[in-house]
């Protein structure tokens, strides 16, 4: 990498970075540029982050240097190679045909649209299918999730043939994070680089996706609360907050500082859509189990729940979205 490319942003533009251990993902200085003077329309990847002045884009890397799908077993690899593989070729398909209006990027929640894990069918999703088909069936619509994706395994299958580059999509949505955390922060999720280090990896997924298509128009989700399965008693898993909570916001308020800055790309998010007040208790909240059953991924309930919840910044970019939303 060039030393021009990797020279000290000044201080009057915000910083992505400075250190892992840094407190803020995006911070805006006193002298940062007022609203005659926008920031960048948006972020790509290192060869066109590097045009952009006033940016420190060195913690960019090159290419991602993780495994294919850090974290996961060998047979778990194959399988997750394989179902990558489908999804690179409906990317290519839809190329060669008449693109795509809508793409969903990100893990089980979103692969549940499909009813399928890694995919293969499962029971699990079975009521789910039914509400992408009454919300967005009537667009030429994607759906690029693999169940268990942290955002480094999302990262890596849009450098490798899942990047909407000629697919021109009005709008995509992003949902991922919260693998990163159980899998590879488990024992850590009170330590400052574990915010910033996920909040980086949707940052980076985010920003590929940005800088292969320079019109679509990219909805980047909240980690979404999730409750603790590893309590013994089933009734206290929904109890909020929880071990996860503290981790959970950190990292959507870095994400949702440096949305702020991009003018294609809209932060949402929909966590409340899956929380209720419980006086009984003592912080006051738990997840909807009837949302959430397995207090981690929704519903089909839960799932239009979170179709309403993006229904008007999905209408912005895509003006003829069915008007779908539950009462």
């Known amino acids: 990498m060039s030393s021009e490319r990797m020279r000290k942003a ?20 006193k002298d940062a ?3 005659g003077n ?23 890397p090159d290419i991602v240097k993780a495994p ?10 194959k399988i997750w190679l394989r ?5 690179v070729s409906e990317v290519a398909k839809a190329r060669k045909g008449q693109g795509l209006e809508l793409i969903f990027y990100g893990d089980s929640i979103f692969e549940a649209w499909m009813a399928t894990e890694m995919g293969e069918e499962t029971d699990r999703f079975k009521d789910v299918p039914a509400v992408y088909t009454r919300n967005y069936g009537r667009l030429r619509g994607g759906v690029f999730a693999i169940s268990g994706d942290t955002s480094q395994n999302l990262l890596w299958r849009l450098k490798n043939g899942e990047a909407p580059e000629g697919l021109a999509p009005q709008a995509v949505v992003i949902l991922i994070g919260t693998n990163d955390l159980s899998k590879s922060f488990g024992n850590k999720l009170d330590k400052p ?5 996920v909040a980086q990896g949707i940052v980076d ?46 990292v959507n308020a870095k994400v ?17 859509e899956f929380i209720e007040s419980d006086d009984k208790l003592e912080g006051g909240k738990r997840l909807k189990k009837d949302l959430m059953p397995d207090a981690l991924h929704p519903n089909g309930v839960g799932m239009q729940a979170l179709a309403d919840c993006i229904h008007d910044s999905l209408q912005l970019a895509i003006p003829n979205l069915p008007v779908t939303k539950s009462a």
Do not use: M
């Open 33 to 35: 540029p007022a609203a």
């Open 10 to 29: 000044p201080s009057s533009y915000p910083i992505l970075f400075r250190t892992a251990s840094d407190s803020a993902l995006l911070r805006r200085s």
């Open 193 to 197: 680089e574990t915010a910033n280090t």
């Open 68 to 77: 294919a799908a850090p974290g996961k077993s060998k047979a778990e690899n």
């Open 38 to 60: 926008p920031s960048p329309s948006y972020l790509g990847p290192q060869e066109l982050l590097a045009q952009t002045p006033g940016y420190n884009f060195s913690h960019v």
């Open 256 to 272: 949702q500082n440096w949305a702020q800055w991009q003018k294609r790309a809209t932060y949402l998010d929909c966590g409340a």
């Open 205 to 250: 997924a985010a920003t590929t996706v940005l800088a292969s298509d320079r019109e679509t128009q990219v909805v980047v989700l909240a980690v979404l609360p999730r409750g603790d399965k590893a309590v013994e008693a089933p009734s206290l898993r929904y109890i909020l907050p929880n071990k996860w909570s503290g981790a959970i916001e950190s």
């Open 83 to 87: 179902t990558h593989d489908k999804l």
